[in-house]
């Protein structure tokens, strides 16, 4: 096939000489903007304005109207073509959105944006914003590495944290701005939640409830003495539907009594799909919106004629009823941010051996990035092996969490003391 050379020629031309095509449907943020003009100033134009010939001669863009709009009295490369309207319409609507379409390999984008950064100071911010975009936070080096939950230590640990349900843990964070606060209680419990988050409100809560599995989950249950709720039972992934719900329906209410809004990751599963739809039903006035965990790497299904459960859903409820689906506490500037988060290979922690339904740690810092202010509080009513408490000390946020088995809570308190802050018994 012999493809078409559509360039007449190069020519040079003042940014405000150039003409705005109405059909433009594109529209720049701030940050968009901002970023041009740092690369710009640093490189200079090394990619031209596409124009079409107007019958008066004109110049109509077709893509570079952000460039033309900036630079309106410099002079800009220009590339004339000899498209027709229909063709350049075409051409508007497709060009910039395939570019957008690419996917990314993280760890060669997270490589060469180290290595700009290391050539130019002045590439930082755009750097960040371009990490944001992708949600592929970009400043991990300069925090302490994740450490790994020590499940399979978990009765170790309890001999060396001797945690008891009932107590309070406070974690100074190395941000400086106060402590971490974890209980070992139940969720379910209005007086637990309110003792953990002592009188604040926080901007999210985030979490995974247990989604009740069933007797073949790869758990070995959530067992804590002296319990006296009746989710608290030997294996919380277990339990029968009235119970089920009743667990759900507890811990939202008290989450969203503490918190602007909740954020609940959860699966539709055989076991759990009836109470699933009857959970969404009572809380459907609180319903804010739902977005996807599309999971890179899904566990084939185990069973004959099922699909592959490849995603996730995150539920966000707020107390107002009838709420918009507008998020007060959004982080992101307009169109930012896709309603379905893609996770990375290898996003997995090592709990997950232990239990389906654990984060990643990038995972919980993307909900802590895109919806709580820098000086909230998080609260996780699950905490498992405490991966949001790791995460909001990794985002400078405060996290409040509970956590019902106390060995687990051991668990989370090594992996604090693993990345250097110094848990303190309160009472
Ligand atoms: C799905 S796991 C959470 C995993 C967590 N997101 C992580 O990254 O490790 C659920 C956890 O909730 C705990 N749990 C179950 N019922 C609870 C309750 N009523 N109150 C507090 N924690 C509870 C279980 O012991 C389990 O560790």
Redesign the pocket.
Known sequence: MEIRDRIIELRRVKGSELVPNPRNFRKHPERQRSGLRTLVAKIGFAGAELVRILPDGGLMLIDGHLRADEFKNSVLPVLVTDLDEDEANALLATFDSLGGMAEIDVALYKELSSMVKNSFDEFEDVLEDIGDFYDVPLDEGAQPEAPE?QIDRADELLKVWQVERGQLWVIPSKSGKGVHRLLC?????AD?VARVMAGERADICF?????NMGENAQTDG?LGKGNK?K??SVN??NLDDNSYFD?LRM?TQNAINHCEYVFV?IQMLAKNKFVFIDYLHEFKKHVVDVAIWNKAQAQPALAENIFTSAFEFILCFTEDEFPSRAIRTAQFDRGMLRNVYESGNGSR?E?ADM?A???PVEF?SWGINNFSNKDSGVY?????????LVACEQTGRLGRG????EK?CAVILQRLADMGLQPELVS
């Not at 209680?185 to 419990?189: I, Q």
């Not at 996780?380 to 949001?388: C, R």
């Not at 509970?402 to 088995?405: N, S």
Request: charged letters at 10%.
């Open positions: 939950a209680g139940d969720s379910t419990n637990d979490t995974s409830p247990p989604y959530y709720s989710y608290t919380a992934d667990l811990f990751n922690n709990f239990h339904a654990t984060f919980v996780d009513p699950f905490l498992g092996s405490g991966t949001t509970i956590e019902l088995a687990y």
